[in-house]
């Protein structure tokens, strides 16, 4: 084990050092400011990392991730994260993005039991059960799976609009947006799920369309 440690400390250090060696102000540029534009909302799956996405540098998204990108009225965490992107930062886009085959998802659809982890995405389960009838139209398992994936999203983007934080932010006029995206795996692309929200009373319209899409 710390054999393998010492190799990620090395690992480092070949980075830092070839960093500086492209552009020696890297490093100055990065430690003088944190100024994103976006809140990148995403699952902890090690196989999604955001900046590489979209391909942006550090310091160019504020990252928040969890289980299955969910956002809990009572996860103070991601709310906490919310807030000081909104208030502080002054991000102007908010991207929910969640991916295919997310196997909290997976779970969450076939009622696997896996732990502590369970009572987490019993919010999974609920976008489910809201959603049964639709699901319950795809008979492919992979399909269905991948659909619950983007309703999940769907109704993500909706927790994020009835928060306080952005009541608040619309009500003073911020320009601030919040979007829903799906990643696939399999060959690297960002799906728009057509779930943008500019203003409060955009929401129940852009739910709709999302979900009957």
Request: aromatic share 6%; glycine share 6%; charged share 25%.
């Amino acid at each position: 084990m710390m054999k393998r440690l010492d190799q990620l400390l090395e690992r480092n250090q070949e980075w830092a050092r070839g960093m500086i060696a492209t552009d020696a102000e890297y490093f100055s540029r990065l430690v003088a400011q944190q100024n994103p534009e976006y809140l990148w909302i995403g699952c902890s799956d090690s196989r999604v990392p955001a900046n590489q996405i979209v391909n942006l540098a550090p310091g160019e998204v504020f990252v928040h991730r969890n289980v299955a990108n969910l956002v809990v009225h009572t996860d103070l965490n991601c709310l906490s994260v919310l807030q000081y992107a909104v208030d502080v930062l002054r991000v102007k886009h908010i991207l929910v993005v969640g991916h295919y085959g997310c196997g909290g998802v997976k779970a969450s659809l076939a009622d696997l039991r896996l732990g502590l982890v369970d009572n987490w995405l019993r919010h999974v389960q609920d976008v489910r059960d809201k959603h049964r009838a639709q699901l319950e139209t795809i008979e492919d398992e992979k399909l269905k799976v991948d659909r619950l994936c983007e309703l999940n999203v769907v109704e993500q983007v909706v927790n994020i609009a009835q928060t306080t934080v952005m009541k608040d932010a619309w009500q003073r006029g911020q320009q601030i947006s919040v979007h829903g995206w799906c990643y696939g795996l399999q060959d690297g692309l960002v799906r728009d799920l057509d779930m943008s929200i500019g203003r409060e009373r955009d929401l129940r319209d852009a739910y709709t369309a999302a979900v009957e899409r």
